[in-house]
Structures are given as structure tokens and as C-alpha cells.
């Protein structure tokens, strides 16, 4: 299952880094697996995770 988080606006590069290490580190401990992630042209992050759960709709 796929899973994406939004890191909020962050002008700064270094700052951006921190906030996408520190999510990243958090849904880790979650049990989700980083794949990829992206800042958008407003500053923010998305940032694409999976997890193995699988999903209950089926």
C-alpha cells in the first residue's frame, strides 16, 4: 500500500532537508518504506512512501 505526506513550506534548502530527513526518520519508525519525493514550485514536499500492509477494500 502507498501512502504520500505533505512537509509544509520551506523556502530554504537546508531547512527542507531537515523537515523531509526528520519525516522521512518518522515514518520510518511507522513502518513504511521511503520510495521517493518531490518539492513542488510553493515551497513544500511530497514525499511517497509503502508500506506491506495491504488494504481491507477488495
Known sequence: MYKTF???YNPQTSK????VEEKANEIAGAGFKV???S??????A???A?????SSEG
Open 46 to 48: 511530497i514525499i511517497l
Open 6 to 8: 505533505v512537509i509544509d
Open 50 to 54: 509503502e508500506t506491506s500492509e495491504t
Open 39 to 44: 518539492v513542488t514550485n510553493s515551497g513544500k
Open 35 to 37: 520510495l521517493s519525493f
Open 16 to 19: 527542507m532537508a531537515e523537515a
